[in-house]
């Protein structure tokens, strides 16, 4: 087995009656390790709820979500907020840092919250995976957005999860800083990054597992793979995608309608 995600047959109702709105209809998707997945669609095509029920933040209506091998469908509360501190790691378009704490801090928190102590080394490591060792006791204020979103990247990454969601992560920096911020999620996942003068390089490799949310057609390029939703069917794929691929599927999928 070496899908850190599975959906088997999920479909997710929200209401009933007359009201019911059917946000996804029997997904089936594996999503392997090391992969860096997009997910687009429509506006209502079920993205979130998709994101929402993989994460373990929402419940299927039926079918299985397995991460690491484990369907995470039948968990109690406790368990599942176990398995989202633990195996499950979560990125916005917000940063959500508390200010009055240092980036280090600021990831280390989630595991303090869970009244556990980590040790420095884990979360200096988590920093230096997003290229931000030599920040980590700057407070937020003192770092810009791009280096915030690192901050909150690394936090996620600090319990190793098995799988990293990201719902628009770029949709509140400026182009430059969201494509940089882009390259480090690629390289998070074990892709190739072009070479960028200046930049950061020569970090040690660690394999995390993507999938991520975004609107934007030069986003989900940065990704190995798009998959197209529209109302909550999963229709379509690309690999190895470019831009202009990618948005010629979606305006396809905008005329379908
Ligand atoms: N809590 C809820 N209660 C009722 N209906 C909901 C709820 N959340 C989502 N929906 C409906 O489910 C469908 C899918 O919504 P979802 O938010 O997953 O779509 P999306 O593709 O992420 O949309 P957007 O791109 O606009 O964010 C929509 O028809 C939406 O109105």
């Not at 850190?4 to 479909?11: D, K, M, P």
């Not at 709105?21 to 506006?43: C, D, K, Q, W, Y």
């Not at 095509?45 to 484990?70: F, H, M, N, Y």
């Amino acid at each position: 087995m070496d899908d850190a995600v599975r959906l088997e047959s999920l479909t997710k109702t929200y209401g009933s009656g007359d009201s019911a709105v059917t946000a996804l209809r029997e997904i089936a998707l594996s999503f392997p390790r090391g992969s860096f997945t997009a997910i687009m669609g429509p506006s209502g095509s079920g993205k979130s709820t998709l994101l929402q029920c993989a994460a373990g933040l929402d419940r299927p209506s039926s079918g299985r979500v397995l991460i690491d091998g484990e369907d995470i469908v039948g968990l109690n509360e406790t368990e599942l907020t176990e398995l989202r501190r633990d195996r499950t790691g979560f990125i916005f378009q917000s940063f959500n840092l508390l200010p009055s704490l240092t980036a280090e801090q600021n990831v280390a928190l989630p595991m303090r919250l869970a009244g556990r102590k980590p040790k420095r080394a884990t979360v200096l490591a988590a920093l230096a995976q997003v290229g931000l060792e030599a920040k980590a006791g700057s407070r937020p204020s003192q770092l810009s957005g791009g280096q915030q979103q690192r901050v909150a990247i690394a936090r996620a990454l600090v319990s190793r999860p098995a799988v990293l969601f990201a719902d628009e992560p770029t949709g509140a920096l400026d182009l430059t800083t969201g494509r940089e911020l882009l390259d480090t999620l690629r390289r998070l996942a074990g892709g190739p990054v072009p070479a960028q003068p200046g930049g950061p390089g020569g970090e040690t490799r660690v394999t995390t597992t993507i999938v991520m949310v975004t609107h934007d057609p030069t986003v989900a390029a940065y990704a190995d793979r798009v998959l197209f939703l529209a109302d909550g069917s999963l229709v379509g794929e690309l690999r190895a995608p470019t831009a202009e691929a990618v948005a010629a599927r979606m305006t396809d999928l905008a005329v379908a309608r």
